[in-house]
């Protein structure tokens, strides 16, 4: 009986649960990615960008990429609005994000976040609205996206500028939906 009991104890120690490694994941600024699909024309074109100076804030590492991003913010300066077409760029600045209310930069935070939606805060032209992102992980990277609508932030007249600056080369219609994309690459330390 005292050899099974024995036994049994040195199996238990010896599981792989007794083992386990703790990790940790650490995230830089440079490894996430934000990037936004706007749309034009009747066919409803899409036109891609980002933006160049993004701040974000919260702990860059945690247990889990989970533990990290529920608490994470972000600061977008609107006037660095990146569509790799410089002529595009200054007509989207100055009729779209100047006609906001406010600073014309674009905040947010991480609200919640739960087995499949990352709930975002985010806050333009004095309005706040949660946007919720469908996310995934795999390994150690983060993707998630999900749908913007400029109307929720009364951002009217922002869609008219755009529109009116824009008319023939949006053959008269800019949407008001923009789809945002989020990529991030932890990096994993097990020990």
Known sequence: MKKIIFLTSLIIFLSPSSFAKTCSFTIKPENIKVTWTAFKTPKKVGVGGTFSDIKFDGPMNGKSIEEVIKSSTFLIKTDSVSTNDTARDIKIAQFFFKKMKGDSSISGKVVN??????????????????????YKIKGSKLSA????????????????????ACNELHEKKTWNDVNLSLQATF???CK
């Open 113 to 134: 976040m739960d087995k499949e939606f990352i709930n975002l805060e985010v806050s333009m032209n004095e309005n706040s609205i949660v946007v919720p992102l469908a």
């Open 145 to 164: 996206a999900g749908t913007l609508d400029v109307l929720d932030f009364a951002m009217n007249e922002s869609l008219r500028g755009i529109n009116m």
């Open 187 to 189: 990096k994993k330390d």
